[in-house]
């Protein structure tokens, strides 16, 4: 039988070995669309929008080379290499009880892999995106945005990994179970709490003031039937030219939040039809097969988790001596997503079949030349690429390509708005 050593290295080299194999697809495909727009582009996109959309697309590729080299390079000194060895001893050696080696264990782990991704993290920020102009935030801004999400990370992380290697050793055969019913109650717990008091630690939320746009929202939500304590208008803008539109909280507390930069790039129209693509999600229940999904696949790992805690081979595969919890929860996590890999495609045409059901609800509610106007709007002010590599999509993208969508979208404008809520 081959040493799960191998097995590891066999899957490590497929998966690394397709992700810049998808990587360099990408490029050259849009290398060399580079030059002609799309004909059904060709009216609201010019040539210049279209190259810089080729040339933002590159630079986002050429880091995500660097970042994917980067990636593997630790995962190897990490578990192969004896990273984690040294870092548990390394805990030990600093506290006495096993709960707080293995606490201490994984949030030094946490920060190592958080600091290793700064520089990228800070090239991608005041290089790339201040190049193509997207940039707004500034190296402070940055900073206090970072000592924010290290002491949140800190406050949520901490006691949520005490919890668990606590039922993890306490609760006998069955601790995979409690330890499922915790984390779940826990996303929940944040889910909830979340547009309240934590989006407001990095963002200012104000009412939409705008009364012509808040009453024409309202009425789309009459008539869709949707109930929610709110639309705000957040300030995006302090980091990002990017606009976006989303949908926070759960039952009552749930919000609508416009960027503010989406505002300003959309007309009221559009931003209607921007809204009801985002209300589908919700109508067609899109966000709670996410969380039942989710809570499925969570309890699948953790059952795979309690079979690999107690293997052998498992850490003597991955070059770890001392067996713990901790290490468990700490090998499992890194080395799951190299054999999770190359099944991305079927999450992605999960969210694409969905993204296609959420335009059909909007078309039914709104006139479909609007959000297909938003979205050409969109796509060339975000510069996202009009042209991306067939295959590459299917693995990655959450949303069809552009041509596609507003291909879908204009057959259900020829079909009528009381066709398309069929
Ligand atoms: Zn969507």
Redesign the pocket.
Known sequence: MPSFSNVFLAAFCITFGLKLWLALRQMRYVWLHRDAVPEAFAASVDLDQHRKAADYTLAKGRLSLVNLALEGVLLLLFTLGGGLQWLGDRAVDTVSSPLWQGTLFLLALMAISAIAELPLSLYRQFVVEARFGFNRQTLSGFAVDLVKQALLGLAIGTPLILLTLWLMAAMGSLWWLWVWLAWMAFNLLVLAIYPTFIAPIFNKFTALADKDLKARIERLLERTGFRSSGVFVMDGSKRSSHGNAYFTGLGQSKRIVFFDTLLDQLDPNQTEAVLA??LG?YKRRHVLKRIVLMFGLSLSLLLVLAWLKNADWFYAGLHVARHSDAMALALFFMVLPVFLFPFTPLMSLYSRK??FE?DAFAAAHCPPADLISALVRLYRDNASTLTPDPIHSIFYDS?PRAAERIAHLQTLDSRGPAMAAI
């Open positions: 693509h985002e999600h969905h993204e959420a949303h």
